[in-house]
């Protein structure tokens, strides 16, 4: 009868763990899709960011937090219609990805906000964003500034 000592144990278990390392790199467990950010007039702080997150992997997760270089603070709204056709964004602390689904940030729904913006965004460059999720797991996007004002 073959007995596993602890040196044989370690390599089997190596062999079973680098394949599972190799495609957690390749395949990231979020996708952004279709990701810019608007690009507003000179002199404008604030703008938003826009794009679907696709969630490929079996569990629910569930976004924390956001950053970027490009802005003082990121962080998520969800543009609310009141009676009377006013309208108000609201900072939303946290936004499920359901399991195998998308979420979308979008105008007139919920958004990354990006606040202070500490240059003006030209068409033409991009924007770095990071998102956070529950569980440690986080994502940059380099996403394109695209303006609204069209030429
Ligand atoms: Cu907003």
Known sequence: MHILNRNSLAVLLLGCLLPVIAWA???PVVQVRNGFVRGLPPGTTNTAAYMTLVNTSDEALVLTGTMSPAATSAMLHKTVHHEG?????EHVMTATLPARG???LESGGLHLMLMGLKRPLREGTNVEVTLQFEGGYSLTADLP?????KE
Not at 85 to 89: R, T, V
Not at 145 to 149: A, D, M
């Open 25 to 27: 790199a390749a395949n």
């Open 145 to 149: 500034v695209v303006s609204v004002l």
């Open 102 to 104: 998308q979420l979308k």
């Open 85 to 89: 056709g006013m309208m108000a964004m």
